[in-house]
């Protein structure tokens, strides 16, 4: 590569294909392409802690730092940094496998925020993940507790979703934890970041689902692993699901891998798959890059051949689970009796899952006075407190905490979720955690809601918040207002989660999120399509 004037080792081309070298290097590939290969983000694992210290000591700043290095390759190390909203500051994304906690790895988070005071605050993301907002200094505190926020940002493998109830539910076929911390370690290297799965052409979604509930969301990951009992031997393994993804272009739901794995071949087929993905991926046009376009190109067989070849061995064909009921996609808020004897989880609802250094406290306290002191993130940016004794359930129920974080919320704070949004979001074209909440608190204070609608909010049609996944869905979007531009929203109905999953599609477009347009077209929604009657208005005084 040296003629061409690349930096071989410096470069993140070394661990690609020929081929894919020549598609990195190609004049028509992209410009993040070309910052990758002029440097790789995997020396930004080592140079992070160092330029910290430099800005600490104020020998340097960030302003003179390299623009590609702030903007771009810090991503590798988990660091955002937020330019548009709030320049020289950085949100740090970790990975949370499976979305569990321990107290003392809760303790430490809220620890990191606590000195941003108003500023700092913590994110349950929607991939049952942690980002904090305003924090540095923490990448050794999360290593030695085991945690990271490496490879959690730009072109690598996102947070492994799970299932929030793994080990305790009583109808999972199988516990997803062993798996997500055994790939995550794979991908990552424990960790301390993997050099030859970090320079992929796109970013990749994986969700391990563990039952019919498909509570990681299968459908909309670029690989969704679901579990089955394969009828004819009885062994529990996965159904893989390919492709599944949203993006500003195209937003589609998975298709058949046409694959079934044993447990153990898990991680060996996804450390193959990502080498294909890597390898044979495009890098020429970002918004064709996903593993979708892939799969498409190659076709499900030759794609599941070319994992084949990598692992050496010939996978089983997907099996069909014989179920002949309908499976109602459970919620996991609330008071529920685990698989074990005398145990309970309690699922409590954080509102648009926005923490701040005392909730982790409090969290860290609570997880250890009632439960055995860990916690699991759901992807709906909820908590799920496990292994409750039946005689602890009263007090925790009167914890503060859970006034705060209601187990028994009403039912559209229940069902809210919501990206970042224009508070820190440089993509945002609107707000949507603050202004989601206060939708639902006046729509819960004017209307009766017979079930759970769960709405989505979503800042820009990158659809961070999921939009197409929700009952009802929102996403930033232009609109008018007496012929002048304002903040807007499209609005999606009819996304289904669970055993038969459907995205909810665009109903309307170019709302203004002004409270006198968007609350009324709201409540009307919800009477005419969820049975939400208006409450009775209070009897007046005689
Ligand atoms: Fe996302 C980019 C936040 C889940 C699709 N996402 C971003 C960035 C990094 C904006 C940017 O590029 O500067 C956002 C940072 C916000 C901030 O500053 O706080 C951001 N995404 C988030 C989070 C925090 C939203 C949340 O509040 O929960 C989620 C973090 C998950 C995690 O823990 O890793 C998050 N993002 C998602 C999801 C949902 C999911 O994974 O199920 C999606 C849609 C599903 C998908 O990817 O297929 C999603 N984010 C995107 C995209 C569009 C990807 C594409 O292929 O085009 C972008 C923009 C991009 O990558 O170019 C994006
Ligand atoms: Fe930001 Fe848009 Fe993602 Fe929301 S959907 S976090 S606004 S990129």
């Not at 430099?54 to 390759?73: A, C, F, P, Y």
């Not at 970790?94 to 500023?119: M, W």
């Not at 055994?182 to 039952?211: E, F, V």
């Amino acid at each position: 590569m040296a003629e061409l004037g690349i930096d071989f080792e410096r470069s993140g081309l070394k661990y690609l294909s020929n081929d894919a070298r020549l598609r990195a290097l190609d004049r028509k590939s992209t410009k993040f392409e070309k910052t990758k290969n002029e440097k790789c983000g995997s020396h930004m694992w080592n140079d992070v802690s160092e330029l910290a210290a430099l800005i600490r000591e104020g020998k340097t700043s960030w302003q003179d730092l390299d623009l590609d290095d702030v903007d771009v390759r810090l991503k590798w190390a988990g660091l955002f940094h937020r330019r548009k909203r709030t320049p020289g500051r950085f949100m740090m994304r970790l990975k949370v496998p499976n979305g569990e906690l321990t107290s003392e790895q809760l303790r430490f988070l809220g620890d990191c925020i606590a000195p941003y005071g108003e500023d700092g605050c913590a994110d349950i993301t929607t991939r049952a993940n942690i980002q904090l907002e305003d924090a540095d200094r923490i990448i050794e505190g999360l290593r030695q507790r085991g945690l990271t926020s490496f490879m959690s940002g730009m072109d690598n493998v996102r947070n492994i979703t799970g299932s929030p109830i793994a080990g305790i539910d009583p109808h999972e076929l199988v516990d997803t934890r062993p798996l997500c911390h055994a790939l995550n370690d794979a991908i990552t290297s424990q960790g301390a970041g993997n050099a030859a799965l970090t320079n992929l052409p796109r970013k990749i979604n994986i969700g391990i689902s563990s039952s019919r509930d498909d509570f990681a969301h299968c459908h909309i990951n670029d690989v969704g692993l679901k579990a089955v009992r394969d009828p004819e031997s009885g062994e529990v393994g996965f159904n893989v699901e390919l492709g599944g993804y949203f993006s500003i272009k195209r937003n589609v739901m998975s298709i058949s891998g046409d694959t079934f794995l044993t447990q153990d071949q898990v991680v060996p087929y996804c450390l193959a798959l990502l080498e294909v993905f890597r390898d044979h991926g495009a890098r020429d046009d970002r918004q064709k890059a996903r593993l979708m376009w892939l799969v498409e190109a190659m076709g499900v067989d030759a794609f599941r051949a070319a994992i084949e070849q990598r692992m050496g061995q010939t996978l089983r064909r997907e099996v069909h689970a014989a179920y002949d009921d309908v499976w109602e996609r459970r919620d996991v808020l609330g008071i529920h009796p685990q698989a074990q004897e005398g145990l309970f989880w309690a699922g409590a609802c954080v509102p648009a899952g926005r923490m701040l250094a005392s909730d982790f406290h409090a969290l860290a306290d609570a997880a250890d006075a009632y439960g055995d002191g860990s916690v699991r993130f759901t992807v709906e940016e909820n908590v799920i407190l496990p292994n409750v004794p039946q005689e602890r359930l009263a007090a925790l129920q009167a914890d503060p905490l859970f006034q705060r974080f209601p187990v028994h919320g009403g039912n559209l704070l229940r069902g809210l979720v919501s990206c970042t949004g224009a508070q820190f979001c440089p993509l945002a074209l609107v707000e949507t955690k603050n202004r989601a909440l206060e939708v639902v608190r006046k729509l819960e204070a004017e209307l009766d809601v017979p079930r759970m609608v769960r709405m989505h909010w979503t800042g820009c049609p990158n659809s961070c918040g999921q939009a197409q996944v929700g009952d009802i869905g929102l996403m930033g979007a232009p609109a008018k207002l007496d012929g002048k531009a304002v903040e807007g929203v499209k609005i999606f109905l009819g996304g289904k989660i669970g055993e038969n999953p459907e995205l909810a599609k665009e109903f309307e477009r170019g709302i203004p999120v002004d409270e006198s347009i968007l609350l009324p077209r709201l409540r009307d929604l919800l009477i005419s399509e969820f049975g939400a009657t208006p409450k009775a208005a209070p009897a007046s005084a005689a």
